[in-house]
Each structure stands twice: as structure tokens, then as C-alpha cells.
């Protein structure tokens, strides 16, 4: 669920993952490891909403096809069309 179309009240008492919950500097999550490795970003606007977008989409159907990949990023807005490369 975007943040900005999620008011504070409905997350009490639930657990919340952000980007800086994925993982580590020193254990990244393997989609920024990946992210980082194959230089998927440019500008970084969007990034953060991309990696939890997918992060969530693995976790529900590791094995998703492109099309399931691309509906699932399709919310998160990348401005400087390096979306292609994410996926």
C-alpha cells in the first residue's frame, strides 16, 4: 500500500516495512543488491516505492511474469524512464 494513501491511524498496532527495512548495508535485500548490481536506477525518485512494490509481489508469487512484474510496479511513478531497466 502507497504511504501517501495510507493515514497513520490505519497502521497502529500492524507492522510496517519500509526501504530501509528491507535490509542492511552490510546484508542488502537481494532486489537492492540486485538494483545496485545491474544499475537498474537513474535518478532515485521512485525507487523506493519499486523496491517495496516489489518486494511484495515476491513474496506473494516469487516466480511472477513480466506482465505480473510490470502491473504490480505499475503505481509508482519513475520520472526519468528507467522503469524498463527495473523490471
Not at 543488491?33 to 513474496?59: D, H, N, P, W
Not at 504490480?72 to 511513478?77: G, H, I, T, V
Amino acid at each position: 500500500m502507497a504511504s501517501c494513501d495510507m493515514p497513520m491511524w490505519s497502521v497502529a498496532d500492524k507492522a510496517v516495512v519500509t526501504l530501509e527495512g528491507l535490509g542492511t548495508a552490510e546484508q542488502p535485500h537481494p532486489l537492492q543488491r540486485t538494483f545496485i548490481t545491474e544499475q537498474a536506477m537513474q535518478c532515485g525518485y521512485c525507487v523506493s516505492g519499486i523496491l517495496i512494490s516489489a518486494a511484495a509481489l515476491l513474496k506473494r508469487n516469487p516466480s511472477p511474469t513480466e506482465a505480473e512484474v510490470r502491473a504490480a510496479l505499475d503505481r509508482n511513478l519513475c520520472r526519468c524512464g528507467s522503469h524498463n531497466r527495473m523490471v
